[in-house]
C-alpha cells in the first residue's frame, strides 16, 4: 500500500500575511546557525517543494532562486559561533529567526515557527508548528533558504580549514569531523560550548 503524500498548505489563516521561519544548523558543532522568514504569495505552487531534509542537495538549489523570485518577501538571518556560545543554541535558532524576519521588506501580520517554542516577536503574533517544514509551504521555503545559505557558508570556510572537511558535513558531527578536532583542535569557528569530542577521543589542552 502506497501512502498518499499530503500536500503541503500555503496558509494558517486565508487573507493574512504570514510569514514562515525556520533555521539550520543547530545540531553543528561548528559555524553559524542560520535562518530564513519566508512570505509567499497566495498564487504560489509547487510540486517539489518539501521540508528541505527530505530534498536533496540538487533539489534544493533549484528551488531557491525559485522561492527568491516568487516570494513576495524573504529575510535570512545569521548568528555567530561566538553568539552561540554566548546565549546558548535554543536562543540562538530564536534569534536568528528575529532576524531574517527583521530582514523582511515587508512586515507579516503572523509568524508560522518550525517547532513547539519561540520568543515573542515585537507586535507580530505567532504560531509554533511542530514539523511545521512539512506541513507549510512559507515554512518549507524558509528551511531551503536556510539550509542552503549554511551550506554555501560553510563551503566557504572549508577552503581556509579543508581537515574539517565542512564541504561534505556542513559542521555536523560526523566521525571524520570530530577525529580532526581531536587532530588539530578546535578552529574560529567551533562552538566551544558543545562536546566537540565523544568521550573516546579526548582533546589534550
Not at 50 to 56: G, P
Not at 74 to 102: K, P, W
Request: charged content about 25%.
Amino acid at each position: 500500500m502506497i501512502e498518499e503524500t499530503k500536500a503541503l498548505q500555503l496558509f494558517l489563516k486565508e487573507g493574512r500575511i504570514e510569514a514562515g521561519c525556520d533555521e539550520a544548523g543547530r545540531g553543528c558543532l561548528a559555524g553559524p546557525v542560520y535562518a530564513a522568514a519566508v512570505i509567499l504569495p497566495a498564487t504560489f505552487e509547487s510540486e517539489l517543494l518539501n521540508d528541505s531534509k527530505k530534498l536533496s542537495e540538487k533539489q534544493r538549489y533549484l528551488l531557491r532562486p525559485i522561492i527568491e523570485e516568487q516570494a513576495v518577501a524573504f529575510g535570512v538571518g545569521v548568528v555567530t559561533n561566538q553568539e552561540v556560545d554566548e546565549i546558548n543554541v535554543l536562543n540562538a535558532s530564536f534569534l536568528a529567526m528575529h532576524r531574517a524576519v527583521a530582514n523582511l521588506r515587508i512586515k507579516p501580520e503572523h509568524l508560522l515557527i518550525d517547532g513547539n517554542r519561540f520568543t515573542i516577536y515585537p507586535e507580530i503574533t505567532h504560531d509554533c508548528i511542530i514539523k511545521g517544514d512539512g506541513k507549510f509551504l512559507p515554512i518549507a521555503a524558509a528551511s531551503v533558504l536556510a539550509k542552503t545559505y549554511r551550506d554555501d557558508y560553510m563551503n566557504q570556510i572549508h577552503q581556509d580549514f579543508p581537515h574539517y572537511q565542512w564541504a561534505k558535513n556542513k559542521g555536523y558531527p560526523t566521525k571524520v569531523h570530530r577525529e580532526a578536532i581531536r587532530e588539530h583542535g578546535p578552529s574560529s569557528h567551533h562552538r566551544l560550548s558543545f562536546r566537540l569530542l565523544n568521550e573516546q577521543l579526548r582533546l589534550e589542552l
